[in-house]
């Protein structure tokens, strides 16, 4: 028989928030697989530090822009609040003095519907949730945290507050369930969190209520305008019910594999005695694709035979490729790494 020892339980009326040892714990869905963001700790970046606009700084993170500034977005590993190694860092490199209507600046992590049909949205019985992060910023005041339909016509802007510069701060928004619009339940993108930097006027609205597209309110600090500014983000969770539990730590490689369902790095290859159109080899994904590839290219050649060969990968599926080669000659060969990517 086993025991469960604690100080307090609080409070002790049913369907009342309860808390064990001053943790607060969830008061809608379960224990465990709270979190709806993948790699909330930025500690997966298989990509490396990407530049441009739509690209991963950290897995399943995306930063997209429109706008005449230039900035860096990278996985930082020595600034960070207590209890998480890494977090995700943007640095303005090139001011954008006037932000334009058309301007913009985010930082968003579209989650598959299949992880967010709980909540049910777009029902008379959707969930409310709750998003915590860390942040920090050497530009104090007000920032946007925005939630979007897949279809990016259902948004919900909330506003948050940075108080003091360069110092890591706790903040939790609680939002209430959507009743109306039109939300993916299968493999499309299902809910998107969206962190706003700079936000010209046709991408504002009020905050605090659902409705239309908006990436930020008229209140958003427009970071592009400061050289040299930065902001940094860790420890995003995003959960049903209207309680900020802990940050849900799961293990490397949980995450790493959960991160692998839309992007991955396999080395593979094969080699045959060529006939003219046949594949020479047949590579398996470690984890099978949220959906068919968009595109699977070599990433880097450790070895071929002919030498300047054109490889390219045929027969895509969501467990995996064949390799190609184009043109004949009596045998081939190669052993490459490959990018598979699938994202939302």
């Known amino acids: 028989m086993s025991t469960i020892k604690v100080n307090s339980v609080d409070p002790r009326n049913t369907g009342e928030t309860v808390s064990v040892n001053g943790i607060a714990m969830p008061n809608a869905g379960t224990l465990a697989n709270r979190n709806k963001i993948i790699n909330g700790d930025m500690s997966i970046a298989q990509r490396g530090a990407p530049t441009g606009t739509d ?40 001011a954008d003095g006037t932000t334009d209507s058309s301007n913009g600046w985010v930082l968003l992590q579209k989650i598959e519907g299949y ?68 939300w993916e339940t299968t493999n ?29 309110s008229s209140n958003q600090t427009q970071l592009l305008q400061t050289l040299n500014a930065n ?10 019910g209207t309680n900020a539990t802990p940050f849900e730590h799961r293990s490397y490689g949980e995450e790493l594999a959960r991160c692998q369902r839309y ?12 006939g003219s159109g046949n594949y020479c080899g047949s590579n398996n994904f470690a984890v099978e694709k949220r959906a068919t590839p968009a595109t699977v290219s070599i990433q880097t050649i450790i070895y071929e035979f002919p030498t300047s060969s054109t490889w390219s990968a045929a027969g ?6 064949g390799v ?14 490959w990018e598979a990517t699938a994202e939302l």
């Open 55 to 94: 690209t991963y700084p950290a897995d399943r993170f995306r930063q997209a822009s429109n706008t005449e500034g230039a900035y860096t977005f990278a996985q930082e590993a020595t600034d960070v609040p207590t209890g998480f190694n890494y977090s995700l860092k943007a640095t303005v490199t090139t």
């Open 115 to 182: 992880n967010v049909s709980e909540l049910m949205y777009g029902t008379s019985n959707a969930k409310p949730i709750t998003i915590t992060f860390w942040v920090k910023s050497s530009v104090a005041g007000v920032y946007c945290a925005t939630l979007r339909n897949g279809a990016d016509n259902r948004c919900f802007v909330s506003e948050y507050t940075i108080s003091s510069a360069d110092t890591w701060e706790y903040k939790t928004i609680t939002v209430a369930g959507d009743t109306s619009g039109t």
């Open 188 to 216: 499309g993108s299902g809910l998107g969190l969206v962190f706003c930097l700079t936000g010209g006027s046709s991408k504002q609205r009020a905050a605090g209520s659902w409705g239309t597209f908006a990436d930020c």
């Open 231 to 240: 902001w940094l983000v860790t420890g995003v969770q995003l959960e049903a």
């Open 263 to 274: 992007y991955e790095v396999i080395r593979g290859g094969g080699f045959m005695y060529w």
């Open 316 to 321: 895509l599926t969501k467990q995996g490729f």
């Open 324 to 337: 190609n080669r184009s043109g004949a000659t009596t045998y081939v060969a190669v052993d490459a790494t």
